[in-house]
């Protein structure tokens, strides 16, 4: 007989896990871009212990890549853009790539957020874990840029 299924799976020393919240998120994916919110929904994957989420970590790491090279060698992609939206084409792009991150990430956690959301728990602190991923995710996008600009000269 296999024991360990009859043992209960609540019990008083394990807590449910809360992840930061879905605005925190938000705010991250539009002040610090798409690095920010790639780093800022892995701690909420990491969080869950899900590695299940790690593909998609890896397309939107790829997503991020495509779009700066994108941006670096083939600006033809986005002459209507820049002609609609002038100098605001590339923080507009990168605002955009973030918040479908954000999207993608709230819907793989949504049961989460809901259960959270039902029961009132309340989620940790996010200050400093999303100013931590706000400053690193800015800087590596923009050193990203040095960095396939290296690789292609």
């Known amino acids: ?4 299924l009859l043992t209960p799976s609540l ?3 394990t807590r449910p896990v809360t ?3 879905v605005q925190s998120s938000f705010l991250v994916a539009f002040l610090g871009g798409p690095v920010a919110i790639l780093l800022y929904s892995s701690l909420n ?3 869950l212990r899900r590695t299940g989420d790690i593909p998609v970590i890896v397309l939107g790491a790829g997503a991020v890549v495509g779009l700066v090279y ?4 083939q600006p033809m992609l986005f002459a209507g853009l820049v002609e609609l939206l002038g100098n605001d084409t ?3 792009l990168r605002t955009v790539l973030s918040l479908a991150i954000c999207g993608v990430f709230y819907g793989l956690h949504q049961k989460q957020h809901r259960s959270a959301a039902f029961f009132h728990d309340k989620p940790p602190s996010p200050w400093i874990p999303a100013i931590i991923c706000i400053v690193v995710g ?3 996008f923009f050193r990203l840029f040095d960095v396939i600009k290296g690789i292609a000269s």
């Open 1 to 4: 007989m296999r024991e360990h």
């Open 11 to 13: 019990s008083a020393t």
């Open 19 to 21: 992840l930061y919240s």
């Open 45 to 47: 994957s990491w969080r």
């Open 70 to 73: 994108a941006l670096l060698f």
């Open 90 to 92: 590339f923080r507009a």
């Open 138 to 140: 800015y800087v590596s």
